[in-house]
């Protein structure tokens, strides 16, 4: 295709045109088109380097000359220039509201590449398109709510929460949620939202604590928080902020991991506002109990890890047919985590980082191999190694007066979150580098992050 664009703008420059011949103007149809691709899928989760070669991939497709684009976290730039004395023409939109619907970057990956085949024309590919942005998921509404709630109750299987826990904290997430969008429809702010989300879990959660301590019951209701946790982490925005960084969007990356520390903010602010407040009610939390799955690879462990990855995927709005391949890798990440930490004693980031980058490199693979994007795979598989019961940990050694303590496992958090990231990019990497062809748009050498600040190829 790079070629073949090469061959073809040739022919459009001036001097390959006859005097009496005019000289072409853009198509205003594709360079609607192509924004109005690049801003729906921005706006469903992925990320800016893909959009961006997408894009260039239907500039090529619907012969728009000299084509740049520029993708930033909210703002998406096509600028095309003429042959001859034409002025530049150049487009851009502006996306105020993300939904994560990874069903829809799916298909609109397969739209990218059939009009980059030529199996679609002009007319096609915006037909297409339009049935693309109003398509309805493949669940309903209220199954991605349930997607949610299955996370915290996965999750607090994992750490060796039992029936009631895992009950509890499946409706302490879902009410949680449903305050959220409560408060969104009244115009406040997502901070205050995941805020509101977390102080109700952990409200739920120390409640059911005092109870099994009144009643001697022995339940874990820590895992209910921590579950709670778990689902509201952001996974999505921590895989791509690294992914733009590594590759180059470097405003995109910083946009992405501010967005990271907002939402890790808003946790931190609920849960420890409850933490607080039960140890002034002197409703006691022991240090020595708190959940943990730790490196356990009992049954029960790696079905949770299972469950949390396809609940995760569910609430992203994966395809169902990819569900048995991301639970699978759930599995994958925990057994390897758990069986370095267990068998070499390696540290929790470590054994993160080995994980990942399996996990990325098989993803990568999968991804080429169904010819699907590769975040669908990555950002649900890692679900499972989320710092859920590490923020939690530091949290409450916070609220109890440990600070130091406290501190070094909110940074192990942050570090464990940022080895994940990093771990899956790597995967990718390396699937890259032994890959044949490169990208659509621009080339493996091409790559903003592949281009050499020192020296040649």
């Given at each position: 295709?790079?070629?073949w664009r090469?061959?073809?703008?040739?022919?459009l420059?001036?001097?390959?045109?006859?005097?009496?011949?005019?000289?072409?103007?853009?198509?205003?149809r594709?360079i609607?088109?192509?924004?109005?691709?690049?801003e729906?899928?921005?706006a469903?989760?992925?990320?800016?380097?893909?959009?961006?070669?997408a894009?260039l991939?239907l500039s090529?497709?619907?012969?728009?000359?000299r084509?740049e684009?520029?993708?930033?976290?909210?703002?998406?730039?096509?600028?095309?220039?003429?042959?001859?004395e034409?002025?530049?023409?150049?487009?851009?939109?502006?996306?105020?509201?993300?939904?994560?619907?990874y069903?829809?970057v799916?298909?609109?990956?397969?739209?990218?590449e059939?009009?980059a085949?030529?199996?679609?024309?002009?007319?096609?590919?915006?037909?297409r398109?339009?049935?693309?942005?109003?398509?309805?998921?493949?669940?309903?509404?209220?199954?991605i709510?349930?997607?949610?709630?299955l996370?915290?109750?996965?999750?607090?299987?994992?750490?060796?929460?039992?029936?009631?826990?895992?009950?509890a904290?499946?409706?302490?997430?879902?009410?949680?949620d449903r305050?959220?969008?409560?408060?969104?429809?009244?115009?406040?702010?997502?901070?205050?939202q995941?805020?509101?989300?977390?102080?109700?879990?952990?409200?739920i959660?120390?409640?059911?604590l005092?109870?099994?301590?009144?009643?001697?019951?022995?339940?874990?209701?820590?895992?209910?928080?921590t579950?709670?946790i778990?689902?509201?982490?952001?996974?999505?925005?921590?895989?791509?902020?690294?992914?733009?960084?590594?590759?180059?969007?470097y405003?995109?990356?910083?946009?992405?991991?501010?967005?990271?520390?907002?939402?890790?903010?808003?946790?931190?602010?609920?849960?420890?506002?409850?933490?607080?407040?039960?140890?002034?009610?002197?409703?006691h939390?022991?240090l020595?109990?708190?959940?943990?799955a730790?490196?356990?690879?009992?049954?029960?462990?790696?079905?949770?890890?299972?469950?949390?990855?396809?609940a995760?995927a569910?609430?992203?709005?994966?395809?169902?047919r990819?569900?048995?391949?991301?639970?699978?890798?759930?599995?994958m990440?925990?057994?390897?985590?758990?069986?370095?930490?267990?068998?070499?004693?390696v540290?929790?980031?470590?054994g993160?980082?080995v994980g990942?980058v399996?996990?990325?490199?098989?993803?990568?693979?999968?991804?080429?191999?169904?010819?699907?994007?590769?975040?669908?795979?990555?950002?649900?598989s890692?679900?499972?190694?989320?710092?859920?019961?590490i923020?939690?940990?530091?949290?409450?050694?916070?609220t109890?007066?440990?600070?130091?303590?406290?501190?070094?496992?909110?940074?192990?958090?942050?570090?464990?979150?940022?080895?994940?990231?990093?771990?899956?990019?790597?995967?990718?990497e390396?699937v890259?580098a032994?890959?044949h062809?490169?990208?659509?748009?621009?080339?493996?050498?091409?790559r903003?992050a592949a281009?050499?600040?020192?020296?040649?190829?």
């Open positions: 295709m790079r070629d090469a061959e073809h703008e040739r022919e420059t001036a001097d390959g045109l006859d005097d009496e011949q005019e000289e072409p103007l853009p198509d205003p594709v609607d088109l192509v924004l109005r691709v690049g729906l899928m921005l469903s989760g992925e990320s800016t380097e893909v959009v961006s070669e894009m991939s090529v497709a619907f012969d728009l000359p084509t684009a520029s993708v930033t976290f909210t703002t998406i730039t096509l600028s095309t220039h003429p042959v001859g034409q002025p530049p023409v150049t487009g851009e939109r502006v996306v105020r509201r993300r939904t994560l619907d069903f829809r799916g298909e609109l990956h397969t739209l990218v059939e009009s085949l030529g199996l679609l024309d002009l007319e096609e590919a915006t037909t398109f339009n049935r693309i942005r109003r398509a309805r998921a493949p669940y309903p509404n209220w199954f709510t349930v997607g949610l709630g996370i915290a109750s996965s999750a607090s299987v994992m750490m060796g929460g039992g029936l009631i826990v895992a009950t904290a499946f409706l302490a997430t879902v009410l949680g305050i959220a969008v409560f408060l969104a429809r009244r115009g406040v702010a997502e901070f205050y995941m805020t509101a989300a977390a102080v109700v879990a952990a409200t959660g120390v409640a059911l005092w109870v099994s301590v009144e009643l001697d019951l022995g339940l874990a209701a820590g895992a209910i928080i579950g709670n778990m689902a509201l982490l952001p996974g999505r925005p921590l895989v791509a902020s690294l992914q733009d960084g590594i590759n180059g969007s405003v995109s990356a910083a946009a992405r991991l501010l967005e990271t520390f907002f939402i890790l903010g808003a946790i931190v602010a609920g849960v420890a506002t409850v933490a607080y407040t039960a140890m002034r009610l002197d409703v939390i022991d020595d109990s708190l959940p943990s730790g490196i356990s690879m009992e049954v029960p462990v790696l079905l949770g890890a299972a469950g949390i990855a396809m995760f569910v609430s992203l709005v994966v395809p169902p990819l569900l048995p391949a991301i639970g699978a890798l759930g599995v990440i925990w057994v390897i985590y758990a069986g370095l930490r267990s068998v070499l004693e540290p929790p980031v470590v993160t980082v990942a399996a996990v990325g490199v098989v993803g990568h693979w999968l991804a080429r191999r169904t010819r699907r994007p590769v975040l669908p795979y990555l950002v649900p890692i679900a499972p190694l989320l710092p859920g019961s923020l939690y940990r530091g949290l409450i050694e916070l109890q007066g440990t600070a130091i303590s406290g501190m070094l496992s909110m940074v192990e958090a942050v570090m464990v979150g940022l080895a994940l990231g990093a771990g899956v990019n790597l995967g990718g390396l890259r032994f890959q062809g490169g990208l659509a748009g621009a080339g493996m050498r091409g903003p281009r050499r600040t020192r020296g040649g190829y």
